[in-house]
């Protein structure tokens, strides 16, 4: 009787722990089925200066299996380059590896993750899913671009791909400025020569560009050296006022850069020291500004040893 009953029990524990093995096996053999969207926060028309160039990956994982593996990939061109990722969101994923993308790439990635199965909380179906943010520097010249979002996971032989978004990239001047003194002394009623030159390496012309000179309480506006220097033209000129320490120039336009160099305004003034002055180094401040909203400035510029009397 110990005997037929101990045959029994094995023939029941076989027969109730089969089916849960054949469970186990035919859901651990389920495949992932990846979907992966990319979208752009700006629209489908940038403008270099006047937006940041920011866009969102997203992947699904619609099942029924689990997904594990998983690396994320943006498509995008050469002039289109990474700089920054803003945020990574996930829902029902844990980040098996940590993997960034790399700073200055056309085909940043980022990994790795596992996207669990769906799950039918409440009735609704719930996938596992994985945000990214990121920011990219946008350096192409004018055209149109096709950017896209790219997805693969340890089951999958290529990659899913995202349906291809088309970015305009705008003309846009884009300015920079430097500054120089000659000589670099000066004794007081003593006169000095700045240098303040801008250039626009955008692709779009410069309108209505505006420069602002700051000098040191201890110096003064005197006049300025004509011509202009570049190949900038002038709009509407407006020029300083003798003995001023804000040296104001306005109305002028620069074009875009071509293969003979950028848009170049040179701008030469005199100034003089005031009779007493207090002995130290003093620089100036700079600041660009035009009719696109684009800005540039620097400052602690061309210093100049002042001695006093």
Request: charged letters at 10%.
């Amino acid at each position: 009787m110990r005997a037929l009953a101990s045959h029994l029990t094995g023939i029941l524990m076989v027969s109730v722990l089969a089916p849960l093995a054949f469970l186990i096996t035919s859901c651990s053999t389920e495949a992932a089925q990846l979907t992966v969207t990319l979208t752009s926060d700006f629209g489908r028309s940038y403008t270099p200066g006047t937006t940041d160039a920011d866009f969102t990956i997203i992947v699904h994982n619609l099942g029924p299996g689990n997904a594990s593996g998983v690396v994320v990939h943006a498509l995008m061109p050469a002039g289109f380059q990474f700089a920054v990722t803003n945020y990574i969101n996930s829902d029902s994923a844990a980040r098996t590896t940590p993997e960034d993308a790399q700073v200055g790439g056309s085909s940043p990635q980022w990994g790795v993750w596992s996207l669990s199965s769906p799950t039918s909380p409440n009735g609704l179906a719930s996938y596992a899913s994985v945000t990214i943010n990121f920011g990219v520097n946008i350096v192409a010249q004018p055209n149109t671009y096709a950017i896209a979002g790219a997805v693969i996971d340890d089951s999958l032989t290529d990659t899913v791909q995202s349906r291809p978004i088309q970015v305009a990239v705008n003309e846009a001047p884009r300015l920079g400025v430097t500054a120089s003194v000659s000589p670099g002394t000066v004794h007081p009623t003593g006169q000095v020569t700045y240098k303040v030159t801008v250039t626009n390496k955008g692709t779009g012309i410069a309108p209505t560009v505006d420069v602002l000179v700051t000098l040191p309480p201890v110096l003064q506006y005197q006049s300025t050296i004509m011509p202009f220097g570049g190949n900038s033209s002038v709009e509407s000129l407006i020029s300083p006022v003798k003995g001023a320490y804000l040296v104001f120039y306005g109305g002028f336009e620069l074009p875009p850069q071509t293969t003979l160099g950028p848009g170049t305004l040179i701008i030469e003034f005199i100034a003089q020291c005031v009779p007493n002055p207090g002995k130290g180094v003093f620089p100036i401040q700079v600041s660009v500004t035009d009719a696109s909203r684009d800005h540039v400035s620097v400052v602690n510029a061309a210093p100049l040893n002042v001695f006093s009397s």
